[in-house]
RNA sequence: GGGAGUUUAGCUCAGCUGGUUAGAGCAUCUGCCUUACAAGCAGAGGGUCACAGGUUCGAAUCCUGUAACUCCCACCA
């Protein structure tokens, strides 16, 4: 009775995903505590949207980050990595006021209490899915210090920050034009907005002069701003116009006057080389009107209606693209109209609404960040901070050079709301708790009460909480005597890697290492590894509304998780977009089912007792010693690969090298050469048994950061485990420095490689004449003395014959009716038991010999020119002369072979 | 408009400071149900390294120019 029979021909991941999941948890593997005999290794993980669901992005990202964490805890160290949610103030209160709508309640019938109320229930109730789907991923979060960027601890935190900010004069209260987002009701960042490129038209309004005859032409896509228009501007140097500036016009329909302005902003090119200038709604219109200290009349309300400003009553309250179609048919039929061109133009739409954005002209809260910016400059240009890869440096300093003021103010309730506090004479004080504001309040005037202040009712921005998450999620901020002096976060912080997408570079993680050095003086983290955009096979990015993104956990059901982690790391280089496909799960799939098989094929065989001992054949023994003397080797080889690889972050690297050790080495020579001879019996000596099983530990150690799951499972049946043991917190395999010396005297390596490299020539002799793997042929070495030892690679003979089914024979001279074969040096003569045709043998060793002639008149070329020869370093010289003689070698014996046939 | 990057086999990518007859995986083709694995085994074919110049004894690699694509920043109404 063999094992075989236990284990299914095919891995089926379904149950042990979820066993070995519980087990890891409920060993609390993942926990860590600060313990100052181990080195800490710590990842925060880029907190997800608390309204998120898992996508191929988290999938490719979350992974990366789990190998890097897995492979620390392995190495020893104390690996800490920190889950949590983002609070993600507008798309969670974009979500929670749907839900309300569809419930038939309007948000503004609510207060800001009763609504968050409802947000706070839903973030209950549905906030946590992302995080157990990254339990379905394996991924390895110390889920006891799972935070959220709104618990009470955090805000505090992002409130303290505020005020520190503020005391210190880098924030401000400022008129600013901001993208207003009328649907959300809310200032955004320039960075949410989305530029589409859109069909429009472009207007062409007569402007009539005040005084005399004639008007002036102005080219606009909005005519529905007409209202708040203040001037007409030129370009200085446009002859067109130069008599004329300084000239009044009147604006139709409201026949307000305005003067004619020059300005070398104007493109004198573009439309008539006239523009109309309203700042209140356009940013380059605002700078325009502050250098001539114009009027701004805001024409348009909060919704994006036009507002009481506007001067004509019919339109007050109505919306800006109804208004627009309104005014245009009105001026038509006045006249002022010349032509309606179409016209393309980039129009900005929140991301998060869709809508499009009006620049707006509003008060808020805004954040220097010239002198924050310094030192996180500073920070990467020195290389404190590596970003992988690292032609982000370039990006992230030229974004830095020119850094413009924060807005950090957001007309929403979900979020932190802002410790400022207006006193009825306007004054403002700024205090972390009201108590202490009415305390400051009091300063200026004894008699003021709670009742005098009002809060500011906006929110911050997310990236106000998320800027300072790698602090806050270790209590950076709380008080030393609530923390135990800081324990927690004097250990893990500056935490060591982090693995983020490139597009919030400047969002968080550029804003992250300001945070960390003005709040704490030190990086937040050591290396930042940015990773690709993943797309679909189209080179799309994957989105929602293109249906493009295969559901993950879907793709884990079928592929199993360790595929589909496989997946996402194949070639998948740090910063390289991934073009997703999942023919890439596929092949993880399948290279966990070699995984399994090859665990199969080891646990059917029988270890030899005393007596049984002896029936193995010392050519079986023999075969075993050398395949273990070689691929301990081949391993080392690999793992010193391995680590040049991990200090690069070249993961996808790692992982092809590991899966090619697996797959070629191991299965395909390793156990090939091992395997037993006796089917019946499945004999194997009890040396060759113990070392398969400690090669094949070490390989599941190495493999596990990427496929935890299967390793695991195979782990723990190598041998008996006990409770407590896992492979998660098995030491990762060490260089062992020895067998690499051993190696450079006995030369495994490369000997393994001209024997495997004849095999394969043995095998491609039989496929190309269509003999069948059972027939055995006849190898004869060409060998003077007939000595064994004046053969190279004499040890692996064996395991030729094993691979190849030859019987080795010994012999100077050429058999009759052989093909001739190298094997580095030596010449070797393959008997096919067929006729061989001798026509075509010689017009292929002809053929062989012509590229070889080519290939020496090449090195030639090199050797016999004097300058290379004065130029060329020396080791390139002597390997030149090393090519020739080889080269050289293989030429005496083909012709040998030619004149034998 | 400004800046950065990419371009190597059908596809996805390696190729470090110039020095093997340019590599891998997948796909393709051929032959195999060979005593773990057909999700497999064995083997093979496939590239003017985007294009044009230049530097050099020597260029996929360095320089210049051109083209295509991608991203970031700005936003000509």
Known sequence: MTANSELDKVYDPSELEGKWYAYW??????????????????????????????????????????????????????????????????????????MLAEKGIDKKNLSREEFLTHAWAWKEKYGGIILEQLKKLGCSCDWSRTRFTMEEDMSKAV??????????????????????DPKGKTAISDEEVIFETRNAKLYFIQYPFTEGEGSIIVATVRPETIMGDVAICVNPNDERYKSIVG????????NKEIPIIADAYVDAEFGTGALKITPAHDKNDYEIGLKFNLEVIDVLDENGNLSEKCGIPKYVGK?????????????????????????QTQIGTSERTGTVIEPKLSVQWFLKMKDLAQPALDAVETGEIKLYPPKFNNTYRIWLENVKDWCLSRQLWWGQRIPAYYLPNNEIVVADTPEKALALAQEKNANYTQNDLRQDEDVLDTWASSWLWPISVFDGFKPAEETENHKDFNYFYPTNDLVTAPEILFFWVARMIMAGYE???????????????????????????????????????????????????????????LRFDEKLCEQGRNFANKIWNSFRLV???????????????????????????WFKVKFQQTLQELTHLYQEYRISDVLVTVYKLYWDDFCAYYLEAVKPESMETQLVDKHTYAETLNILEDLLKILHPFMPFITEELWQNIRPRKEGESI???????????????????????????????????????????????????????????????????????????????????????????QSLMAGNQECYLELGIMVNV??????????????????????????????????????????????????????ALEESLKSL
């Open 25 to 98: 948890l409920a060993q609390k593997f993942f926990e860590a505590t600060p313990n100052s005999e181990k080195e800490p290794y710590t990842i925060v993980i880029p907190p997800p949207n608390v309204t998120g669901i898992l996508h191929m992005g988290h999938m490719l990202n979350n992974t990366i980050q789990d190998v890097l964490v897995r492979k620390a805890r392995m190495q020893g160290k104390n690996a800490c990595w920190v889950a949590g949610t983002d609070h993600a103030s507008i798309a969670t209160e974009a979500k929670v006021v749907a």
């Open 159 to 180: 409130i303290d920050a505020f005020v520190h900010l503020y005391n210190k004069n880098l924030i401000y209260r400022g008129i600013r034009m901001v993208n207003w």
């Open 247 to 254: 000239k009044k016009v009147r604006i139709p329909i409201l």
């Open 319 to 343: 919306d800006r693209f109804a208004v627009r179609k309104d005014i245009t048919k009105e001026l038509e039929e006045l006249g002022f109209i010349q032509k309606i061109e179409e016209y």
């Open 519 to 577: 709040f704490k003086g030190k990086k937040p983290f050591e290396n930042v590894y940015l990773t690709g955009i993943v797309r679909d096979k189209l080179g799309r990015k994957m989105s929602k509304s293109l249906g493009n993104s295969p559901d993950p956990i879907e793709l884990m059901k079928q592929y199993s998780t360790d595929g589909v982690r496989v997946g996402m790391l194949f070639s998948s280089p740090a910063g390289n977009d």
């Open 603 to 629: 646990k059917m065989w029988n270890v030899a007792d005393e007596n049984t001992e002896k029936t193995i054949s010392n050519a079986q023994k023999q075969r075993g010693e050398i395949a273990i003397n």
């Open 728 to 818: 998660c917190i098995a030491d990762y395999p060490v260089l062992n420095e020895e067998i690499l010396a051993k190696n450079t005297k006995e030369n495994f390596a490369e000997k393994g490689k001209i024997a495997f490299e004849l095999v394969t020539e043995i095998r491609n002799a039989r496929n190309s004449k269509g003999i069948s793997p059972k027939v055995t042929l006849k190898l004869t070495l060409k060998n003077a003395e007939n000595n064994l030892e004046n053969i190279y690679f004499n040890d692996f003979l064996g395991i030729i014959k094993k691979l190849t089914n030859v019987e080795i024979l010994f012999a100077d001279e050429k058999p009759k009716q052989a």
């Open 839 to 892: 026509e075509q043998e010689r017009q292929n060793i002809q053929k062989e010999l012509d590229n070889l002639h080519k290939f020496k008149m090449r090195i030639l070329g090199n050797l016999q020119n004097e300058k290379f020869i004065q130029n060329a370093k020396p080791e390139i010289i002597e390997a030149e002369r090393k090519k020739l003689t080889e080269n050289e070698t293989k030429i005496v």
